[in-house]
């Protein structure tokens, strides 16, 4: 016997779940490429990505996921042999980084711990060491998905600053553009990535870069230009030269639906919206936590995430046997653990197109899955969400 049927809860940290709103706008047949609406319609997209990255910078659409953004933005201003400097805080800068050294660079890791954000004063040590300039770029997630950690961007930039070093500041958006606040121009970022499917709230499928003038100007010297990541070819008057090919029709429709929704409802509320929800997890998953066999990844409250929380689970207490129960017995899907924290976790998402009711859905299932399996926790979790956003959530 189960509970399942009905509407599938997803909590996963990506794809997130897409509104039917966009669904809709993309349901609809081939159009014409070269004029009409289609044109239009790529111009407000680039125009309007420009107010959700905060910046007066160039902005790019690719058709590919968001491994694709950054091997797109590492071709456009870095050459054979330039070094990078990766900021650890989880799995994927140093994926970032993987990919650069494939690419013929040459990848210096800034070793962080799994359980906290990048250190300020660290970076800024490494790059006064760094007399002679030989760090072209800097490589850093604002929000690691595998660790549930959010970076301190103004405080790293801060950092490049005191150490008076000229790298690129590169920093992947890709877990928090649209969650949570970011502030491209005002922090120094020059260049900066993301993609369709999280707080965009779109299929997989379209990624993008956004580009300062410090990037535009190394871009004139890149030597890993390609002509598909091109950001010159891009610059292009034709429309096909957009997409160096053939547009993406039906994602740009969704991509132009997703930009009116999260501007109709205004950035920083989106913002707002993903600060309570994740303080709801957070208070669910801190009582849950007393017996000490559930703890959060990230030990300081002020670095985890507003759009995913990562839960470790100790030793004996197999997590597989959660999602499943949560999965096939009642409908929700919660996050694996990845990375290094693969088997040890869980992971639940509060992004995108979300609200209390989807998460305090995910939350209740979760506490049935921890007392049907026997998993000792603090009860009372989900009121303990409940509690805090009756608190928070004005009348």
Known sequence: MTVRNGRQFLSIPGPTTVPDEILAAMHRPAVDIYGGELVA???????????????????????????????????????????????????????????????????????????????????????REDTDGRIKAILVVQVDTASGVANDIPALRRAIDAAGHGALFMVDAIASLATMQFEMDEWGVDVAVTCSQKGLMMPPGISFAAAGKKALAAHGEAGFRTRYWDWTERHGEEHYMKYCGTPPVQMLYGL??????????????????????????QAAVGVWAEPGVLEFNITEPAERAPSVTAVLMKAGHDPARLLEYCREKCGVVLGIAIGDLSGKGFRIAHMGHVNAPMVLGSLSVTEIALQALGIPHGPGGVQAAIDYLGRSVAP
């Open 256 to 281: 132009r639906k997703s930009l009116d929704m999260l501007l109709g409802e205004g950035l920083e509320n989106v913002f707002e919206r993903h600060r309570l929800l994740s303080g709801a997890v």
């Open 41 to 127: 319609i790529t111009d407000s997209c680039l125009a309007d990505l420009q107010k959700v990255f905060r910046t007066k910078g160039r902005t790019y659409i690719y058709i590919g996921n968001g491994h694709g953004a950054w091997e797109g933005a590492l071709a456009n201003v870095l050459s054979e042999g330039d070094t990078v400097l990766v900021l650890e805080s989880g799995r994927f800068a140093a994926g970032w980084g993987q990919m650069a050294g494939a690419m013929g660079a040459r990848v210096e890791t800034l070793s962080g711990d799994q359980r906290r954000a990048v250190d300020p004063a660290a970076l800024e040590a490494r790059l």
